[in-house]
């Protein structure tokens, strides 16, 4: 089954504590995305890759990184998180860049930051 | 820069309605747009996109759209929706030949009652 998995799904982490979202694809894709969701704002794009080793920021870069070693995973990794990074996180994928091509999104990441 | 307003953040309808989500854009350059539904608890799942040719589209679940290029529209319709359709629905375009990143709406909740 063509899926987006992201992991982990629940987290509350405490103010300036290291971590990591994983997002994984299994449809060869080469375009993944970050976004996050906050009430009333929608969803806005955090990071993209069009390839490995290929990313760039989106519209929300700060407070976090991301890296593509290889075509199907792209980590989000919040250095030293902070309360308004507390949001529902999604990774998302598609075959590439430009083309209208469908969006696959992951079932999303709530993340709480205390 | 591109950006997408939804008519109203909250929608509820009687099971059986007609429903019209409203979404009109705004961009300098041609875009693709999409409709995304998000069920309580769960990802983003596309309902439909226009990429060219005939204005009206089809997606899943009987629901439908019309570009409207004159009045930069986007609106959705289901004829009759089922208490099963209750959930968000987004607006979203992304520029032709870009970079595929969508730029969502905000929103709109659907209920559906009994």
């Known amino acids: 089954e063509a899926q987006v998995t992201q992991n982990p799904r629940y987290l509350i982490t405490v103010t300036g504590k290291k971590l990591t979202v994983t997002c994984s694809q299994n449809m060869n894709h080469e375009y993944m995305s970050w976004y996050r969701q906050d009430p009333g704002l929608g969803l806005r794009q955090i990071y993209y890759s069009m390839n490995v080793e290929v990313t760039d920021k989106g519209d929300v870069p700060e407070g976090y990184k991301v890296s593509r070693k290889e075509k199907r995973n792209f980590p989000l990794i919040l250095e030293s998180p902070s309360p308004n990074q507390t949001s529902l996180y999604f990774c998302?994928?598609?075959?590439?860049?430009?083309?209208?091509?469908?969006?696959?999104f992951g079932e999303g990441s709530w993340l709480t930051v205390v | 820069a591109q950006s997408v307003t939804q008519l109203g953040s909250h929608v509820s309808v009687s099971e059986g309605a007609l429903v019209l989500l409203r979404c009109n854009y705004s961009s300098s350059v041609s875009v693709y747009l999409f409709w995304y539904v998000q069920y309580p608890n769960q990802g983003l799942q596309l309902l439909l996109k226009?990429?060219?040719?005939?204005?009206l589209v089809k997606g899943i679940n009987g629901f439908e759209a019309e570009f409207n290029k004159s009045q930069t529209s986007f609106h959705l319709r289901k004829p009759s929706v089922h208490i099963s359709d209750t959930a968000e629905y987004f607006c979203a375009v992304s520029v032709q030949g870009g970079s595929e990143k969508l730029v969502f709406g905000k929103g709109t909740k659907l209920t559906v009652n009994p």
């Open positions: 998302a994928s598609s075959r590439s860049g430009g083309s209208g091509n469908t969006i696959y």
């Open positions: 226009y990429l060219s040719g005939s204005t």
